[in-house]
C-alpha cells in the first residue's frame, strides 16, 4: 500500500499520524496481552500463579476485631466502635445534643 503524503493536506496528515499512533497502542497492547497470556499458561503448567512467581502477592493485613464503644440509647443491639463513618443514630443523637460520652458503654 502506497500514500502520498506529498499530496495530502496538513489535516490529512494529521489524521493520518492519530490514526498510526493509535494502530500501534492498540498493536503493542495485543503483544502484551498475548505475551502475559503465554507466561500465565507455562506458571500454570508448573504449578504457580505468575503473582506467585513474580512475588506481586501481598499478605492482606489482617485487622483485629475492635470492641463497640457506643451504643444507640433507644436500641443497645446497635453500637459502634468509633472507628470509620459514624452511624446515622450518633449523628442523631450529637445533634439533639447529647455527645459522644453520653452514648458510651
Same mark, same amino acid.
Given at each position: 500500500?502506497?500514500?502520498?503524503?506529498?499530496?495530502?493536506?496538513?489535516?490529512?496528515?494529521?489524521?493520518?499520524?492519530?490514526?498510526?499512533?493509535?494502530?500501534?497502542?492498540?498493536?503493542?497492547?495485543?503483544?502484551?496481552?498475548?505475551?502475559?497470556?503465554?507466561?500465565? =499458561?507455562? @506458571?500454570? $503448567?508448573? !504449578?504457580? &500463579? +505468575?503473582?506467585? /512467581?513474580?512475588?506481586?502477592?501481598?499478605?492482606?493485613?489482617?485487622?483485629?476485631?475492635?470492641?463497640?464503644?457506643?451504643?444507640?440509647?433507644?436500641?443497645?443491639?446497635?453500637?459502634?466502635?468509633?472507628?470509620?463513618?459514624?452511624?446515622?443514630?450518633? =449523628?442523631? @443523637?450529637? $445533634?439533639? !445534643?447529647? &455527645? +459522644?460520652?453520653? /452514648?458510651?458503654?
Amino acid at each position: 500500500m502506497k500514500i502520498d503524503l506529498d499530496g495530502m493536506s496538513l489535516k490529512e496528515l494529521k489524521e493520518l499520524s492519530a490514526k498510526v499512533q493509535k494502530a500501534i497502542v492498540s498493536f503493542e497492547e495485543r503483544k502484551k496481552k498475548e505475551a502475559l497470556a503465554q507466561i500465565e =499458561e507455562k @506458571a500454570r $503448567q508448573l !504449578g504457580f &500463579t +505468575l503473582s506467585e /512467581l513474580t512475588g506481586d502477592v501481598k499478605p492482606r493485613r489482617k485487622r483485629a476485631a475492635v470492641a463497640p464503644k457506643y451504643a444507640n440509647p433507644k436500641d443497645p443491639s446497635n453500637t459502634w466502635t468509633g472507628r470509620g463513618r459514624r452511624p446515622r443514630w450518633v =449523628e442523631e @443523637a450529637l $445533634q439533639s !445534643g447529647k &455527645t +459522644l460520652d453520653d /452514648l458510651k458503654i
